[in-house]
């Protein structure tokens, strides 16, 4: 390859060095216009009593307009008069040293903490695990088909129809919980868009001011109110496709309140005591100026017996825990119009025990419930109870089920009882995550001598 010189007169050399040159001083040009703004830049100020050192320009550039420096390093009494020193970085620091003949120190720079951010999924339920706050995200969809005699009575022009068949989606929910800050705050929402009308179940805070203790803890917001174990057992873990009619009778469910609750003893006891509007969720005034009290305990001896129906969890030891509640409400409404004056006082009392020991299920629950209406001047005294169980015939997939109930909605009447007797056939592929329920009842009010039968059959999953 020959190489031609500037001048034509084939003087090799002499262009090689030339375009290294040119070469070399392009890149100079362009390494000290990138390091002046990175750190090549020095620059010292003394302003009251105080010696300014910077080795960044924009930082010089932001302090001389606004007399702030951003981020920077102060050494009080380091200065050569005793001024105070103030750098504007470690680099800051060094090229002084070696300006004013220094000795080279060694700083230690701590590494930077990345944040973290780690992503699951188990059981139908994406976690967001993050340095400051944890986010769980599950969805729960119920699908449901019912053959009812009770439809074929109570719907109209059904007439003569022995019973009718319809499809439903019972529930569709989505829940966010976890904590924030640290892990004693913890919070809850929980959406049901079934319900469009009345989508927002729960809405809460809770704080552990134990420390992680669980000792005792404050909880706020809207939530189910310390009443009724199926009631307190989401709807997505129960035996049967859903909770008795005693539990829908006696238990409150959800409203807005506060409660302070605790379990000490590793969870021995589960203790809880709250105050709340009595109007039911979503209802944020309380127009009466009365409240509704609720409080439950309940011993467990043999460690926490989750709010699970059906026994996944019992292995070599059983698991038993027995509770009692009371529930006490004052429902008052003045007379305005055609409604009339309504002023009676609720009290409701009620225990409950659950057994579960290798696939094996009990539940038994009983309440008593005394209405005293004022104005009438009058005492209605209602009772009822719950028994159902259910037992694995393969591993912990395959359950078969059983449950009888009864209302007496008036104890100072005879032959008004209301019974159910109820039986079931489960498939679970992941516990209650995954799941296909079957029942078949027969519901009897003998006040008004009917008997209906239903069938239903439901899917859940949680995703």
């Known amino acids: 390859m020959k190489i031609q010189t500037i001048d034509g007169k084939g003087n090799g050399a002499m262009a090689v060095r030339v375009i290294i040159a040119v070469v070399c001083f392009a890149v100079l040009f362009l390494f000290s216009q990138n390091a002046a703004a990175q750190g090549t830049f020095y620059v010292e100020e003394k302003k009251d009593n105080k010696i300014y050192v910077f080795n960044n320009m924009q930082s010089y550039k932001m302090w001389k307009e606004g007399g702030e420096m951003g981020v920077s390093i102060t050494r009080i009494g380091a200065g050569p008069n005793g001024e105070t020193m103030v750098f504007d970085s470690n680099d800051a620091i060094h090229l002084y040293n070696f300006k004013h003949d220094l000795p080279a120190e060694v700083i230690i720079v701590p590494e930077e903490k990345k944040p973290v951010m780690k992503v699951t999924w188990k059981d139908g339920k994406t976690t967001i695990d993050t340095d400051i706050a944890q986010l769980n995200i599950s969805n729960r969809i119920q699908v449901r088909w019912t053959e009812s005699e009770v439809l074929a009575a109570l719907l109209p022009g059904a007439e003569g129809e022995e019973s009718i068949g319809t499809f439903r989606m019972r529930r569709a929910k989505t829940k966010f919980d976890g904590w924030f800050y640290n892990k004693d705050l913890t919070y809850e929402l929980q959406l049901n868009w079934a319900d469009v009308l009345n989508a ?69 006891i589960d203790w809880r005591l709250g105050v709340f509007n009595g109007n039911g969720r979503n209802v944020s005034f309380n127009g009466d100026g009365e409240y509704q009290y609720d409080g439950r305990v309940t011993f467990q001896p043999w460690g926490d017996v989750k709010y699970s129906e059906s026994d996944f969890e019992s292995t070599d030891k059983p698991m038993f825990a027995v509770a009692a509640q009371f529930d006490i409400f004052k429902q008052s409404v003045a007379a305005a119009g ?33 209405t005293d209406d004022v104005i009438a001047a009058t005492k209605t005294d209602v009772n009822g109870f719950n028994f159902q169980g259910g037992y694995f015939i393969y591993k912990r997939f395959v359950e078969v089920a059983a449950r009888y109930e009864r209302i007496d909605p008036n104890e100072d009447k005879d032959n008004d009882f209301l019974k159910e007797w109820a039986i079931g056939f489960n498939y679970f592929y992941n516990k209650h995550n995954l799941k296909l329920q079957t029942d078949y009842r027969k519901i009897e009010n003998e006040a008004r001598a009917t008997k209906f039968d239903e069938f239903r059959v439901q899917l859940q999953f949680i995703f």
Request: glycine share 10%; hydrophobic share 40%; aromatic share 16%.
């Open 200 to 268: 927002l179940e729960d809405a809460n805070l809770n704080f552990d001011i134990t420390k992680g203790k669980k000792l005792v803890m404050l909880k706020a917001g809207q939530y189910k109110v310390p009443f009724g174990r199926q009631e307190l057992t989401s709807s997505g873990n129960q035996q049967f496709v859903d909770r008795a009619a005693v539990s829908n009778l006696f238990a409150r469910g959800r409203d807005i309140g506060f409660q302070v609750w605790g379990t000490p003893m590793n969870g021995k």
């Open 338 to 370: 055609t409604v009339l004056a309504i002023n009676r006082d609720h009290d409701t009392y009620g225990f409950d025990a659950v057994f579960k020991y290798k696939g094996l299920f009990l539940f038994y629950d009983h309440y008593f419930r005394q």
